[in-house]
Nanobody
């Protein structure tokens, strides 16, 4: 059974940092690109970042470039999202998502080519 489980969310002040983790099971992580998406209340789901299976290619939404870093450890079945300089507009539920391909693709941010989603972890940025 394919599973992706996120953790690491919480309440943080503006300018603070969080590190999200995603542990996967039920499939071999080495062969899949993984994305992070988020959804804020009343807003559509949005792509945050994506990493190819080998970690050779990484992609970021313009809104998080320079602040967020995606990484992975295939041997540990883990994918991470390091978030720095957090802003109130980063408040959302964050999801770890599997793409059935080793590459992210040029339209990864739309989320349409991902097939398995985690349950999400809440990130709240507030003073």
């Amino acid at each position: 059974q394919v599973q992706l489980v996120e953790s690491g969310g919480g309440l943080v002040q503006p300018g603070g940092s969080l590190r999200l983790s995603c542990v996967v099971s039920g499939f071999t992580l080495d062969y899949y690109a993984i994305g992070w998406f988020r959804q804020a209340p009343g807003k559509e789901r949005a792509g945050v970042s994506c990493i190819s299976s080998s970690a050779r290619n990484t992609y970021y939404a313009d809104s998080v470039k320079g602040r967020f870093t995606i990484s992975r450890d295939n041997a540990k079945n883990m994918v991470y999202l390091e978030m720095n300089s957090l802003k109130s507009e980063d408040t959302a539920v964050y999801y770890c998502v599997r793409r059935p391909n080793d590459l992210c693709g040029t339209t990864w941010y739309r989320g349409r080519t991902f097939d398995s989603w985690g349950q999400g972890t809440q990130v709240t940025v507030s003073s």
